[in-house]
């Protein structure tokens, strides 16, 4: 376990539990056929970007959530609201990060981010 | 000049400057085929989305940085960057949520973004 | 209720039957989370714009439809291809418009629409 | 000159003069790297596509504007409204259009459209 | 049977066992609204594209799987990876495709083809 | 230097001249305001997924070539054309797999990364 590793798995504790941290790395879905792919995650994602200085995790969290609402994706928009509210994100301000976003990606794709995001607050509460 | 217009009009103003404010009304570009467009995003984009409450202006700036970004609107990114500037993000703040983009949107559309965040940053110097 | 929700709840009935219009309100599925989006889509894209003079319910249903199924949306095809049929589009003229894609967007979003169509043509017969 | 060709040499008629029609062929930009390219457009899209009943020139022209705005695709843009206009959609018709999509995709590629617009209705004028 | 459509036909076996190839064309689903897709894709995309000359059939899968994953198309995905084996490309060559689109498209839509490639290359196997 | 950056800057060397790799470490357009980004992308993109066995250079620059075209990034288009030339593929190859992506992605962007594909070919003639 190098250095970039080690950072990067302090920092995505900021955004899931120590449990789920662990495993995400003890259960690699696709270890059989891309076994590299969660060590680039953690080393690059988290170790080499999550984890420089100059923005809190809140504002990094916000801003993950934006873009992949923006890109429709919508397994990831699951993924990272949870993280958002882990990262001390409150409901209210995920909320209003989306109805932000109507005036730049229309009704539609805001309309599908806040089913998700209701869901994902009925399962934390 | 109703309720909805001036709400919006004043929060504009976080954004930029009371003479571009002013500017963006008087000087309407598209005010020959499209005349109800500027006042729809002064009344709908500003009145109604900006201005709500529990979700800070920087914040709001952040957002529409990286949807814009994310679908790689060239203009908007320069737009945007100067309106969050004059909301209070700083240029490490920016340059920071660009570069959190990288994992999930890729290198090149991070890459001219920052070509324009650093464009803006000469121009506001 | 203001005079622009009461000219949207008007329009939305060119689209939807009017027993569907008065659910979309009272059974608002993101009440809890986001009680004004409802209320904005009223306002705002049923009040402000579709409701415009210039152009057609049967042209304004074939335009949207067109933009989601560009967009790769696959709930709103379906929502906008009912909407279309109950604006006057015959079936011939949604899928035609389908196929005019083509060119513009490739077979599979076209394919994927058309799978929709096929679904809610049946549902609607 | 087969069938398709001429087939799609007459379609393209609907949409742009004969000498642009001509000019079109004659003068292919491409023919050094890719010969067959202004073929495939004149067969397939033309011959194949835009000629099939159930839908007239200014719809089909009305859903091939409304995807490349979707795209955010700008010299598509250009052409298609330019298009459009010879095809008989009046410039309130094609501006109505573009402001429908605004709760689809939002003000920015709306606006960059109506300002292409803008510009054709000059140059056309 | 014109000669596109023999052309298309020998041409989509060196993707699809003949049996695939024959089901494609007698079982066609969308039959009873679009008559004419099937016939398009098979004349014009297998016919008159993946036929030419200049780059092999490996290649080509290859490039058909890098598009639709950049674009998020979950079901086209699954259908052209199992094309490109039938082509011969080899499960590493296919996974090694995938990585190397991280750096260009991000980690979400990278993460959602292997998924996909893992499930193809079980039910192949 | 470290061993990642190390072997970033041989694998880099497939795709461009020594020269042009030199200069892209020392004259860093982006050095002022993200002075870590060339690093992640020498030690990221081609120290760590560029340089992985299983795919040679040829297929590799074919499927960053398809993908930035399908996301329709004209300067990466150019970048990566050139790149393609200088790992290997030929000319008719690169022009094969542009015409391959019109059933997938359709005419216009197809055609706007050909009229690219002329200019890199005059330029590299």
Not at 76 to 98: D, F, M, P, S, W
Not at 102 to 115: E, R
Request: net charge neutral; proline share 4%.
């Amino acid at each position: 376990m190098n250095e970039r590793f080690t950072k990067g798995f302090e920092t995505i504790k900021h955004y899931v539990t120590t449990e789920e941290a662990v495993k995400m790395i003890e259960a690699d879905a696709l270890a059989d056929i891309a076994p590299d792919l969660r060590k680039m995650i953690i080393e690059f994602a988290y170790g080499d970007i999550y984890s420089r200085p100059g923005l809190d995790a809140k504002k990094r969290a916000l801003v993950v959530i934006t873009s992949v609402v923006t890109q429709g994706a919508a397994p990831q928009t699951k993924t990272h609201i949870k993280r958002g509210l882990h990262a001390g994100l409150t409901q209210t301000e995920i909320v209003e990060a989306l109805l932000q976003l109507v005036p730049y990606i229309g009704f539609p794709l805001v309309q599908n981010a806040l089913t998700i995001a209701q869901q994902v607050f009925k399962e934390e509460a």
